[in-house]
């Protein structure tokens, strides 16, 4: 767009030129905290997460054939951050319109993709996505609380002890496990909120180095930067690129590129030389870097593990990127390198590439720059797809987060400048307005802004955006964001709309990898079709103030799938039958909900899972039985309240409590569902 004019004097002091100043740290103010919105008990639980993602697959896979022979040697796991829907669809005009055509035919690299679906975005305790908590959803397949990472919900933002009993393992952990090489790429710090939920347990995204740590927990908790280098799966990363050096060098330590500036660690550690003295120490081949001229010398056949950090604080956006020997890498860059050092292992690798500052961008509603970042992003997308075979190598693409970046006007033509002014006036004012314009942030002013030059296009760099409503950074935005996939099993698992949890495991199915390991072995059968059939509960005229009645009765499931009631002492599975009242004229002794409560997990968890389930409550218990046979390393008997006696026909009064206030819920869903 051309530059604002006439009442550009009236917004924020943004200092729009200083976007792509490495010395400008983009910096987020304090957000306000949501902690009273807590998750329930048995959703703050990685396996809540862990089991709606099995069902998830298990819809996906039920009655296909041949999906045993698909695996993913390969995977390659691409994120925007902030590239929700509108940037796509504004990104994809961009570059037809770059290369001359009108731009809303065009198609991006991964608008081939065989495989759409959208992902649900919301954090634990919060309605609108932040960048870790949906970091670690993607990463590690569980949603947890806003600015926290690496844990399940049971950690609490700034407290160390409830990180003990949260961490979750990730995608590089499955990895490794399996002995793939693994690398991360980013354009942010490598400490920055999405990168690090691949390596780190923190319950505070912002602890990048120890100087942001609260004294009081410095002895019990590392930050990010030192659980990289120190912990597993961190120092057993191949290749690590992006920027943030401030966060590994000490105060006493200038910056290499930026003289007068200093490292952040108060601790008085060169975590760069540690790392490097570490991989001598392991005998491994190793090298540092930190530009690109020192990258595009780097023999990928001489080196197993390579460290890039490519700036002080978060590497340049691609508009201000230096072409000198010195300056940073592109996405594409770090990405054909890391690759080929990657390929080398033959059991394959896990590579995720960020395209992190799209979201810096939209944050400062300089939508020239976010797009521009997007395209970027294509583009090292481009250059993996050259050198991998999607006949072993899984492609993933999506973004953790969508913002308030709108794309609107009337009647406007085709192939109108994506980046400039509509193509009419405003009707109310008569002035013309952007076709991009954002719901918040520092593009506010009164008046409003006004673009100059309302007949050609000047992509003007520096152009903040209009935005109706005043804030110092604009707000994320919390539809559903895009997922793209293409390779092994994609088209399978990635259709529909699922919570983006799900995408962390639906990688692992494809790539056996995780609690999948074994399913390119054979001895796993998701795509088994369940038996429907499911025998009546036993009611009891038992109830206390008109609550719906609740009772427990003992059932087995023996090899043949066919329930038959046995002992309480040859129990595999307890069933929690809830009888709904229904409404005036339906049968109340037919089976109108069947919760799955086995003796490995508590009452209230499986209750409320089966409930938020999509499979057949009658069908529940039975694929639970089955699942319980596959899973060895599921707890047991490790969290059933003592007060519950499976032997006998009622729960105590304890459980009773507990199971009326999800019976009333019940109630409420299933008098709609069976009207």
């Not at 679906?117 to 959803?137: F, H, L, M, P, R």
């Not at 954002?438 to 152009?463: A, C, F, M, Q």
């Not at 040859?570 to 069947?594: D, F, M, R, W």
Request: one cysteine or more; hydrophobic letters at 35%.
């Amino acid at each position: 767009m051309s530059q604002f004019g006439t009442h550009n004097e009236k917004r924020p002091n943004i200092l729009p030129q200083k976007l792509g100043s490495r010395k400008s740290q983009y910096a987020r103010p304090e957000h306000g905290h949501y902690r009273d919105a807590l998750p329930s008990i048995a959703a703050a639980n990685h396996e809540y997460w862990y089991e709606q993602a099995r069902t998830a697959l298990r819809k996906r896979l039920q009655n296909r054939e041949g999906h045993r022979s698909l695996r993913a040697k390969n995977v390659v796991y691409f994120v925007g951050d902030g590239m929700g829907m509108s940037t796509v669809t504004a990104a994809r005009i961009l570059r037809g319109q770059r290369q001359g055509k009108k731009g809303e035919d065009h198609e991006l690299a991964w608008d081939t993709f065989p495989a759409v679906a959208v992902a649900k975005t919301y954090n634990a305790d919060a309605q609108i996505g932040e960048s870790s908590a949906c970091a670690t959803a993607l990463m590690c397949g569980v949603k947890t609380n806003f600015e926290t990472v690496g844990l399940d919900a049971r950690g609490k933002f700034e407290n160390c002890f409830s990180t003990f009993q949260s961490k979750v393992p990730s995608l590089i952990d499955w990895a490794q496990q399996s002995g793939k090489a693994t690398g991360i790429i980013t354009n942010t710090r490598i400490t920055h909120a999405t990168p690090a939920a691949l390596y780190g347990h923190s319950p505070s995204r912002y602890w990048e180095d120890d100087s942001k740590v609260p004294p009081s927990s410095r002895k019990s908790c590392k930050d990010l930067a030192r659980q990289l280098i120190e912990d597993d799966p961190g120092r057993n990363i191949n290749v690590l690129f992006g920027g943030g050096r401030r966060h590994w060098m000490p105060k006493v330590a200038r910056d290499p590129e930026l003289p007068n500036e200093e490292g952040r660690r108060l601790d008085g550690r060169n975590l760069i030389n540690e790392w490097v003295r570490e991989k001598k120490k392991r005998g491994v081949r190793a090298e540092y870097v930190w530009h690109k001229d020192q990258l595009e010398k780097i023999n990928p056949h001489e080196v197993d593990y390579l460290l890039g950090l490519f700036a002080y604080s978060h590497m340049d956006f691609e508009a201000d990127r230096e072409s000198t020997p010195t300056g940073d890498p592109s996405l594409a860059d770090m990405t054909r390198t890391a690759i080929n050092i990657l390929q080398k292992n033959p059991k394959g690798f896990f590579l995720f590439v960020e395209g992190g500052r799209i979201d810096h961008a939209h944050h400062y509603n300089n939508a020239f720059r976010a797009l521009d970042e997007t395209l970027a992003m294509e583009t090292a997308l481009l250059a993996a797809m050259e050198m991998v075979n999607p006949a072993d190598t899984l492609l993933v693409v999506t973004a953790d987060h969508s913002h308030v970046m709108t794309i609107g006007g009337q009647a406007t033509p085709r192939g109108h400048p994506i980046l400039g002014p509509d193509s009419k006036v405003s009707d109310i004012d008569g002035q013309p307005y952007t076709t991009l314009l954002y719901g918040n942030g520092p593009g506010y002013s009164t008046p409003r802004p006004i673009p100059l030059n309302v007949t050609t296009i000047s992509e003007d760099k520096n152009g903040v955006y209009g935005a109706a409503v005043p804030r110092q950074w604009a707000t994320h935005g919390g539809e559903d964001v895009p997922v793209y996939a293409l390779g092994p099993l994609a088209t399978t698992l990635f259709t529909g709309t699922f919570d983006q949890s799900f995408i962390a495991h639906a990688i692992a199915y494809s790539a056996c990898i995780g609690e999948f390991s074994d399913r390119c072995n054979e001895t796993e059968d998701y795509s088994a079709s369940q038996m429907s059939s499911c025998i009546a509960p036993e009611v009891s005229g038992v109830s206390g103030a008109g609550a719906p009645v609740v009772i427990a009765s003992s059932v087995k499931v023996d090899d043949s799938n066919i329930r038959t009631k046995s002992q309480a002492n040859q129990l595999h599975v307890a069933i929690i039958c809830s009888s709904v009242a229904l409404p005036e004229g339906s049968q109340t002794n037919k089976y109108h909900t069947c919760m799955n409560n086995t003796i490995d997990l508590s009452i209230h968890h499986h209750l409320q899972r089966a409930m938020e389930s999509d499979i057949p409550k009658c069908q529940y218990a039975q694929i639970f039985h089955a699942e319980k046979k596959k899973h060895k390393n599921m707890k047991t008997q490790e969290t059933i309240p003592k007060t519950f006696n499976v032997s006998q026909q009622q729960p105590t009064p304890h459980i009773l409590s507990r199971l009326r206030n999800v019976a009333t819920i019940a109630q409420e869903r299933f008098t709609v569902n069976f009207r």
